[in-house]
C-alpha cells in the first residue's frame, strides 16, 4: 500500500516535469506504455527521459522541443490497455491507503493512547503495599465488552478501608435466638451477602416455628448415653409428661443465575413449600396415612427394605413413633416439596399457554366470515374479549404483563440449599440442589481438636457422580452430549437447577411461549441449547442428607457445634477446611492476623486437648488471643488453657507484600494470612475469602464495578448456625443496635 502510495506520487512528479502541458496526457501514456517495472524503475527511467531532454535542449540552442513519435499503429490498442489495468492498481490502492488511514487514526490510535493513559495513571497513582495504607492504589483491567475504538482496558482505584468495611457489613445481620433453654438447638445464626451482579443474584431467607403439638420423647433415659440428651430432655418445655416441644428452624440460601427472578421466587416461597409438606407428614394426612397405616403393619427389617435407611435410623431401631421421625419420610417429604415448587415454576407459563390458545383457537373459528374474511387470521391483535383483551398495537395489558412476569422465573434459574432442624428429634436435614454447600464443623472431645463434614456435594458438570446420572437417563447416542466441557449441553454448569426452562421444555413449545409471551417473541431472548433433544435435562430433585445431633456411630463425644451455609461464590476462594476454622478461631477468641497454615494445624491438629482451640461453640469468648501469650476461655464452667496462636510476623508480611505486586494478586498458599477483626462470623469468613490481611487484595476486589467484576468474583451468601452446647447456654452475638437483630418466635406450623 505504500509501495503504491509513492509510485503514484512519483508518476504525479514525473508528469509535472514536463516542459510543456499539452503533452502531459502523451508523456504519461508513453511511460506506461513499456514492460512493467517497479515504482523506482519508472522513476529513474522517468528522471532519464528528463534529463536527456534538458541536455538536448540546452545543446540544440534554438531547436524546438518534439514529442516522441507516436507507437506503430498495432501496439495502440494493447498499449492503452495496459495503462488502464495500471490506473485501475494505482486507485484501489489509493483507495485501499485511505481506508486504512482513516481506520488507524479512528480506531487504532485512540486506543493506544487511552491504554497510555491508563498506564500512565495507574504509574502515577501506584503505591507501594501496605496493610494499613488509607490511600488509593490503582490498577487496569480488560473491560468486559470493549467498544469498537473504544479503550480495552479501565483503570480502577481501590478503596479505603473505611470503604471497605461499609461494603462487607452492610448486609450484615446477627440474630439471637432467645428460647427457654432445650426449646431449640439453634443458639444465634449470623447472615451476610455482597453483591459482584448487579442486581445481587444471591437471596436467603430463614424461619423459625414453634411446634404445636407434642411429639414422643425419641430418647428414653435407658437408651441415652451422653450427657447431652439427658439435659436436653429434662430442661424442654412439655405440654404432656413425655413428650417434647422443640422448636423447627429453617434456613435456606439461594444462588441464582441469568437473573435474580427465580432465587427471589425462591426466597419466598421454598421454605413454605417445603413446610407444607412436612405438616402431612406430621399429621400423617392424605399420601402419608396410608404409608403409616403401612409403616405399623411391617416388621423393621421389611419397611427398611422397600423405603430405605440403615438399622441405625430411628425408625428401624423402634425408638420413636410418627413419620417425622422416621428421616427417610421426612427425606422424601423434602424433595417431593422441591419438585412440586419446580413444576409450579416450569410449568405456570405452559398452562397460560394453554389458555390462550385455546381462547386464540375459538375466537378465530367465530370470527371467520362467509367469505373467509381477515377475521380468521390467528394472531393475537384478533382476540378482543379473551384473556389478553386489548393487544393492538402491542400494548402489553395486565393480563399480558402477569404471563410475561410468570415465564421469568422459568427462563432464569437458582440453586438452592436448605437446612432443616427438628430441635425435639434432633434430627438434622440438608438438602442441595445446585452447587451451593453446607459444611459441619464438629467438636471431638476425646481427641481434643475439630472435625470438617461436607454435609452436600456439589452438583456439577465435573461431578463424576452427576454425570453417570444424566447419560443414565438419556439416550446411549446422547452419551458424549449431555456433559460437554463439564457443562450441561456445554452451557449450564449445575446439574441440578430450579427453573432454567430452556433445559427442560423442547424446542416447538419454547417457540410457541417465547412469541405468546414475551415482548419481541422468540428473537429476544436466548433459543434451545445446542443438542436439545429429549428434555428435560436439568432437575429440581436435591439430594437430602441427615445427621443426628450428638450421636454418632464412632464417637459418642463428636458434637456438632456449627454449620456454614454458602453459594459457591465463597466456596470458588476458599476451602472447606479453611472455612472451618475461620469459625473454630472466632469462636476461640482470636483477634489479629494469623497465618493459615499455623491456624489450621491449632484446629485440626493439636498437641493434646490441653493445646487446642476451645470446643464451645456457643459461649461468647471471654478474652482474646495475643501473639505469643496464652489465653484463657471459660468452656462449660471450665478453665481451657490454649496454646499460644502465633500471628504473622512483620518480616512475613514484607515476605508477603513481595508477592502482592497487583492488587488482584493471591499470593502463595503458604504466605496466606487471615484477618479477625469482625463480630458477624459471615462477614468474617468473606473478608478473609476475598483476601483477609492483605487489605489491598480485598479493596481491590471490591473496587471491580459490575460487569467486571463477574470476572474476578461472584455474588457471596453466607449463613453460619451455632447450635446451643448442650452443657452451655445458648451464645449471645455481639450487642450492636444497628448490626444485629433479635427475631420473636411466635409461629406455629
Known amino acids: 500500500m505504500v509501495g503504491a502510495r509513492r509510485w503514484l506520487r512519483t508518476s504525479a512528479l514525473s508528469v509535472s516535469r514536463c516542459s510543456h502541458p499539452s503533452q502531459s496526457h502523451t508523456l504519461a501514456f508513453t511511460t506506461a506504455s513499456g514492460p512493467r517495472r517497479s515504482p523506482s524503475s519508472t522513476t529513474s527511467s522517468t528522471s532519464a527521459s528528463s534529463a536527456s531532454s534538458s541536455s538536448s535542449s540546452s545543446s540544440s540552442g534554438s531547436s524546438q522541443w518534439k514529442p516522441p513519435p507516436p507507437p506503430p499503429s498495432g501496439s495502440t490498442a494493447a498499449s492503452r490497455k495496459q495503462s488502464r489495468k495500471e490506473w485501475l492498481l494505482v486507485g484501489v490502492a489509493g483507495s485501499a491507503a485511505a481506508v486504512g488511514s482513516w481506520y488507524y487514526w479512528s480506531n487504532i490510535r485512540p486506543r493506544h493512547q487511552a491504554n497510555k493513559a491508563a498506564a500512565?495513571?495507574?504509574?502515577?497513582?501506584?503505591?507501594?503495599?501496605s496493610i494499613t495504607a488509607e490511600?488509593?492504589?490503582?490498577?487496569?483491567?480488560?473491560?468486559?465488552?470493549?467498544?469498537?475504538?473504544?479503550?480495552?482496558?479501565?483503570?480502577?482505584?481501590?478503596?479505603?478501608?473505611?470503604?471497605?468495611?461499609?461494603?462487607?457489613?452492610?448486609?450484615?445481620?446477627?440474630?439471637?435466638?432467645?428460647?427457654?433453654?432445650?426449646?431449640?438447638?439453634?443458639a444465634r445464626y449470623d447472615t451476610n451477602s455482597v453483591a459482584s451482579n448487579d442486581p445481587i443474584e444471591d437471596k436467603r431467607a430463614e424461619v423459625i416455628v414453634e411446634r404445636d403439638r407434642g411429639v414422643a420423647d425419641p430418647r428414653p433415659s435407658s437408651a441415652s448415653s451422653s450427657p447431652a440428651t439427658t439435659t436436653t430432655t429434662t430442661n424442654t418445655p412439655n405440654t404432656a409428661s413425655g413428650s417434647l416441644n422443640g422448636d423447627l428452624c429453617f434456613f435456606a440460601v439461594m444462588d441464582g443465575h441469568a437473573g435474580f427472578h427465580t432465587s427471589t421466587l425462591l426466597s419466598q416461597k421454598l421454605i413454605a413449600f417445603v413446610a407444607l409438606e412436612l405438616d402431612k407428614v406430621f399429621r400423617e394426612a392424605g399420601e402419608y396415612?396410608?404409608?403409616?397405616?403401612?409403616?405399623?403393619?411391617?416388621?423393621?427389617?421389611?419397611?427398611?427394605?422397600?423405603?430405605?435407611?440403615?438399622?441405625?435410623?430411628?425408625?428401624?431401631?423402634?425408638?420413636?413413633s410418627g413419620l417425622d421421625g422416621d428421616p427417610e419420610i421426612v427425606k422424601r417429604a423434602i424433595a417431593k416439596a422441591f419438585r412440586g415448587l419446580d413444576k409450579e415454576i416450569v410449568n405456570t407459563p405452559v398452562e397460560l399457554l394453554k389458555e390462550y390458545e385455546l381462547s386464540l383457537a375459538s375466537t378465530s373459528s367465530s370470527s371467520v366470515q362467509p367469505d373467509g374474511g381477515a377475521g380468521s387470521t390467528r394472531s393475537l391483535s384478533s382476540l378482543a374479549h379473551t384473556i389478553f383483551p386489548s393487544s393492538t398495537n402491542a400494548t402489553f395489558t395486565a393480563t399480558q404483563k402477569s404471563a410475561y412476569e410468570s415465564i421469568l422465573p422459568a427462563l432464569s434459574g437458582s440453586c438452592a440449599l436448605l437446612t432443616y432442624i427438628d430441635s425435639a428429634r434432633h434430627d438434622i436435614y440438608v438438602a442441595c440442589t445446585g452447587d451451593s454447600r453446607a459444611v459441619a464443623g464438629y467438636w471431638d472431645e476425646d481427641t481434643g481438636k475439630w472435625e470438617v463434614e461436607a454435609l452436600s456435594v456439589d452438583q456439577t458438570g465435573r461431578n463424576p457422580d452427576e454425570v453417570r446420572r444424566m447419560r443414565a437417563e438419556h439416550p446411549a447416542n446422547e452419551s458424549e452430549n449431555v456433559i460437554q466441557r463439564g457443562r450441561v449441553l456445554g452451557g449450564l454448569e449445575p446439574t441440578r437447577a430450579f427453573g432454567d426452562a430452556r433445559y427442560k421444555w423442547d424446542r416447538e413449545l419454547q417457540g410457541r411461549l417465547y412469541d405468546a409471551f414475551l415482548p419481541g417473541g422468540r428473537s429476544s431472548t436466548r433459543g434451545p441449547p445446542r443438542g436439545l433433544e429429549t428434555p428435560p435435562y436439568v432437575t429440581a430433585t436435591p439430594a437430602v442428607e441427615w445427621r443426628r445431633v450428638g450421636e454418632t456411630s464412632s464417637s459418642p463425644n463428636r458434637e456438632l457445634r456449627f454449620i456454614i451455609m454458602a453459594t459457591d461464590g465463597l466456596w470458588?476462594?476458599?476451602?472447606?477446611?479453611?472455612?472451618?476454622?475461620?469459625?473454630?478461631?472466632?469462636?476461640?477468641?482470636?483477634?489479629?492476623?494469623i497465618r493459615s497454615s499455623e491456624l489450621q494445624r491449632h484446629t485440626f491438629q493439636p498437641i493434646d486437648k490441653q493445646h487446642s482451640l476451645p470446643s464451645n461453640a456457643g459461649a461468647a469468648a471471654t478474652s482474646s488471643v495475643a501473639a505469643g501469650a496464652n489465653a484463657v476461655q471459660a468452656v462449660a464452667g471450665q478453665a481451657v488453657v490454649q496454646t499460644p496462636v502465633r500471628a504473622a510476623s512483620s518480616e512475613e508480611?514484607?515476605?508477603?507484600?513481595?508477592?502482592?505486586?497487583?492488587?488482584?494478586?493471591?499470593?502463595?498458599?503458604?504466605?496466606?494470612?487471615?484477618?479477625?477483626?469482625?463480630?458477624?462470623?459471615?462477614?468474617?469468613?468473606?473478608?478473609?475469602?476475598?483476601?483477609?490481611?492483605?487489605?489491598?487484595?480485598?479493596?481491590?476486589?471490591?473496587?471491580i464495578p459490575a460487569p467486571e467484576s463477574r470476572r474476578y468474583r461472584d455474588d457471596i451468601t453466607v449463613n453460619v448456625i451455632l447450635f446451643n452446647s448442650p452443657t452451655s447456654t445458648p451464645a449471645r452475638p455481639p450487642t450492636d443496635p444497628e448490626q444485629h437483630a433479635q427475631e420473636p418466635v411466635k409461629a406455629k406450623l
Open 289 to 320: 396415612a396410608e404409608i403409616a397405616k403401612a409403616k405399623s403393619a411391617m416388621p423393621s427389617k421389611l419397611w427398611r427394605a422397600l423405603v430405605g435407611g440403615s438399622s441405625r435410623t430411628p425408625s428401624a431401631s423402634g425408638i420413636t
Open 572 to 593: 470458588d476462594m476458599m476451602s472447606n477446611e479453611e472455612a472451618v476454622s475461620l469459625v473454630a478461631g472466632h469462636l476461640a477468641g482470636i483477634k489479629g492476623t
Open 120 to 129: 500512565a495513571a495507574l504509574a502515577a497513582n501506584s503505591a507501594p503495599f
Open 135 to 186: 490511600s488509593r492504589t490503582s490498577f487496569s483491567i480488560p473491560t468486559r465488552q470493549a467498544q469498537a475504538g473504544g479503550p480495552t482496558n479501565k483503570v480502577v482505584s481501590t478503596l479505603t478501608n473505611a470503604e471497605v468495611d461499609r461494603r462487607l457489613t452492610e448486609n450484615q445481620r446477627s440474630t439471637r435466638v432467645d428460647r427457654p433453654q432445650g426449646a431449640c438447638l439453634v
Open 653 to 703: 508480611q514484607r515476605e508477603l507484600a513481595v508477592s502482592k505486586q497487583h492488587p488482584l494478586s493471591k499470593g502463595p498458599e503458604p504466605l496466606r494470612t487471615f484477618q479477625f477483626q469482625d463480630d458477624n462470623l459471615s462477614t468474617h469468613l468473606i473478608r478473609n475469602a476475598l483476601g483477609g490481611a492483605n487489605q489491598q487484595r480485598v479493596a481491590g476486589l471490591l473496587a
